[in-house]
């Protein structure tokens, strides 16, 4: 359905405001939830029909049916967010108070002219998402991440902490899902680079995927999941499930926060933990953001290889720096030296991606994790994004390149069966050297 499809003129909106008003009196809601939404919602628009046909000014045919399909969003659904919901190419729907509901197509944030009647409706809606994953928001808990039937991963923040009323983000899940070939078209990768990309995974490297907020690292993490092979037992771990493996073999595990006692609380430490005594051929972790750093590290560097995960870094450096901190953080009384030769020997590959400001998202940098030279990670970088301007458009232009260095993976992957042509790496201008 076409959003314009949905927006009522000023005439409608102020018909539907009666008519819902008169519906409210008349409907009994507690009844409602006994019976299927499809009875409810014959019901709802019977009633809405009858009350039609008393009003003094008559409505066109179109009129009556946008009108009844918003009160049934209202009263059975999410009201104004329903028509994103159902809308495939919608990919992040954010809602800062009653007034104002933004939407992210294509890369492109755009405002919506779409509101919720006020903040009561809003949290209204916030609190029937909510509660149905058993969880619920009010003063005592004002944060919360819920997820929607469809899969789409939800969280709310409201007043006092959230100074603009109720807030809502919503990350799509149903949106089609990105293969390697979309990478490709959206100029997030090149060819080579996915070739790279499935080599790498088949021939089980440990590799970082790094980038800020909303880059696409999930989605990446996901389509390089996509290549190991099916005979593989995958276990992934996730702090709100997102990924979608299409592999037979694959035990999804998602940690829990701790409920309103602060009791019952499973962390990503624990589960990464458990994970280690159930056989894993590869762990796929959807972000390490704390403590389970240090244990997934010391995984990789005992056996487990061809492990995948996601971290929050704007550069493959800074990435070490995070990972470093993470570890530090669980309280070992461990020398930083210690600590990077662990991380050091623990990964093989960093990609980072970033979103550019022509919305698109690419993959900036490949590097290479080689060891230590003296107190510093050392890394060197397989393919980078040379960027040479910005078009009339607003468009990045550049192009992704090798840098000619040739992997050490290379000759790794060449002994597992995975003979790369050496063509891949050979970038026009070959400067050799470790960053
Ligand atoms: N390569 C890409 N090109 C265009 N859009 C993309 C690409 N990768 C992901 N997206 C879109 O960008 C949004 C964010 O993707 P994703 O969830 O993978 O990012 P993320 O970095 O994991 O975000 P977060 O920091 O919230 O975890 C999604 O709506 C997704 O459909
Ligand atoms: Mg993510």
């Not at 959230?162 to 390697?180: C, D």
């Not at 389509?223 to 992934?236: D, M, V, W």
């Not at 992704?400 to 003979?419: C, E, I, K, Q, S």
Request: charged share 25%.
């Amino acid at each position: 359905m076409n959003l314009e499809d949905y927006i009522l003129s000023q005439d409608e909106e102020a018909h539907k405001q009666r008519l819902h008003n008169k519906l409210m009196d008349m409907l009994d809601l507690p009844m409602l939830q006994t019976v299927s939404s499809a009875q409810a919602s014959e019901q709802i628009e019977r009633l809405c029909l009858q009350l039609m046909q008393d009003s003094p000014t008559p409505l066109s045919l179109d009129s009556r049916q946008k009108i009844i399909r918003q009160i049934l969003d209202e009263v059975l659904g999410h009201g104004p967010l329903e028509p994103l919901l159902a809308d495939p190419t919608v990919a992040d729907i954010m809602v800062n108070g009653c007034n104002n509901i933004y939407i992210e197509r294509r890369g492109r944030i755009e405002k919506v002219p779409l509101t919720f009647r006020d903040d009561v409706h809003l949290m209204g809606t916030i609190e029937r998402i909510v509660s149905s994953v058993g969880r619920r928001i009010d003063e005592r808990s004002p944060m919360v991440d819920a997820r929607l039937k469809d899969g789409s991963r939800v969280n709310a923040i409201i007043p006092p902490l959230a100074l603009n009323g109720p807030t809502v983000s919503i990350r799509r899940f149903t949106v089609e899902k990105l293969a390697i070939d979309t990478l490709i078209d959206f100029g997030t990768i090149t060819p080579a680079v996915a070739e790279v990309m499935e080599a790498v995974v088949k021939g089980k490297l440990n590799i970082l995927i790094s980038g800020g907020t909303g880059t696409g690292k999930t989605t990446f993490l996901n389509i390089l999941s996509g290549f190991i092979p099916a005979n593989q037992r995958i276990i992934t771990i996730e702090d709100s499930a997102e990924l979608q493996l299409q592999q037979p073999h694959v035990v999804q595990l998602e940690s829990r926060p701790a409920n309103i006692e602060g009791k019952g609380e499973v962390s990503q430490r624990d589960l990464v933990k458990n994970t280690l005594r159930m056989r894993p051929d590869r762990i796929v972790i959807g972000e390490v953001r704390g403590a389970e750093a240090f244990d997934m590290l010391t995984a990789m560097n005992t056996g487990h290889e061809g492990s995948l995960t996601t971290i929050h870094a704007n550069t493959p450096r800074d990435a070490l720096g995070r990972l470093e901190n993470m570890v530090a953080m669980t309280g070992f009384d461990m020398p930083i030296k210690n600590i990077r030769a662990q991380v050091a020997s623990a990964l093989d590959l960093i990609i980072q991606l970033e979103r550019q400001e022509d919305g698109r998202r690419r993959l900036v940098s490949m590097q290479e994790v080689h060891g230590m030279e003296g107190e510093t990670i050392t890394m060197s970088e397989i393919f980078t994004f040379e960027r040479t301007g910005v078009d009339g458009e607003g468009n990045v232009l550049g192009r992704h390149r090798p840098t000619g260095v040739m992997p050490n993976f290379y000759d790794r992957l060449a002994r597992r069966g995975m003979v790369l042509p050496r063509s891949l790496f050979g970038g026009d201008d070959v400067h050799r050297g470790i960053l």
